[in-house]
């Protein structure tokens, strides 16, 4: 997948799917935050956690609240990713 960080070139328009990957784990309530994302827990470096969301996200004010409810949760962000334009 090609990625580039030029202004010019990221679109935040419309609707994507979204990877986002943060550090620890989500409890079985905080799941329910993020029904309709697909979630997955694994192993990161060395004994820490890692949850990694992926969905659908139609415009930039839900993937705002996404993120917000991330922060909520006191999780860190390591990675957010627009995987493709739905």
């Known amino acids: 997948m090609s990625t580039s960080n030029d ?3 990221i679109e ?3 609707p994507a799917t979204y990877r986002i990957v943060v550090q620890g784990a989500l409890s ?3 799941r329910r935050r993020f029904a309709g994302m ?3 827990r694994t ?3 060395g004994a820490t956690l890692r949850t990694t969301l992926v969905g659908h996200v139609r415009d930039q004010a839900e993937l705002r ?3 917000d409810a991330i922060y ?10 627009r995987c493709n334009n739905d």
């Open 65 to 67: 609240g996404v993120l």
């Open 12 to 14: 935040f328009g419309g």
């Open 43 to 45: 192993q990161g470096d």
């Open 38 to 40: 697909t979630i997955e």
């Open 7 to 9: 202004p010019e070139t």
């Open 72 to 81: 909520g949760l006191h999780l860190s962000v390591i990675a957010v990713e």
């Open 28 to 30: 079985e309530t905080s």
